[in-house]
């Protein structure tokens, strides 16, 4: 059995998350019980992408799991769960993933990465005003900043669009300043 020409009839040929019909990849679901075609998915660069990286997950792309929910694919059910658990905090996810049922071994299979978990024991970032700060987020510099190694002051005011996150140190933050790519203290910017 191939298992690229069995997802692809599966699919039709497009992203079985997404609907995109280009550069489209076997993914296998992590945790899955199994590794057969019921454990795959295909499924666009953009959603690899957006899956294996957290700091490149654009909310808006991710409304296509209003369609592709209701798949009878158990996998495309798990991922399309996790998805929307990594973006309930956007508000519209939690709408669909209250609709989003999954029988017990598919739900045990989903929270198998630790997805649906309470986020109350992972790192958060706040700000200087104790807002949280996502990836994308632009924050304000609120104190001039010497940027070591860099050899100039990144001033009170800058601001600084598109933050990641360092997902293993709640202080911190990264971003570009003066073109520069930087290691920020939360501690010093503020939610714009």
């Known amino acids: 059995m191939n298992l690229e020409r069995e997802l692809n009839k599966r699919s039709g040929s497009v992203c079985e998350l997404s609907g995109d019909t280009e550069n489209l ?4 679901v992590p945790k899955s019980p199994g590794s057969d075609l019921d454990s795959h998915i295909l499924i666009s660069q953009v959603c690899l992408e957006q ?5 490149k997950i654009d909310a808006n792309h991710w409304r296509c799991l209003n369609d592709s929910m209701w798949s009878e694919v158990p996998a495309v059910q798990v991922m399309a769960w ?4 990594r973006l309930k905090s956007e508000g519209w996810p939690q709408d669909l993933l209250d609709m989003l049922y999954l029988d017990e071994d598919m739900l045990t299979w989903a929270n198998a990465t630790g997805e649906g978990d309470d ?3 992972t790192i958060k970032h706040l700000d200087a005003n104790g807002v949280t700060l996502q ?3 632009s924050v304000v510099l609120i104190k001039d900043l010497d940027v070591k190694g860099a050899n100039f002051t990144a ?3 800058t601001a600084v669009r598109n933050i990641s996150l360092v ?3 709640a202080e911190h933050i990264e971003g570009r300043v003066n073109g520069q790519h930087i290691v920020i203290l939360t501690k010093y910017v503020k939610k714009s």
């Open 25 to 28: 990849k076997v993914y296998e």
């Open 51 to 55: 899956i294996e990286n957290l700091g």
């Open 82 to 85: 996790r998805m929307l658990n």
């Open 119 to 121: 986020q109350e024991d």
């Open 135 to 137: 990836a994308g987020d």
């Open 155 to 157: 001033k009170r005011g």
């Open 167 to 169: 997902h293993d140190n």
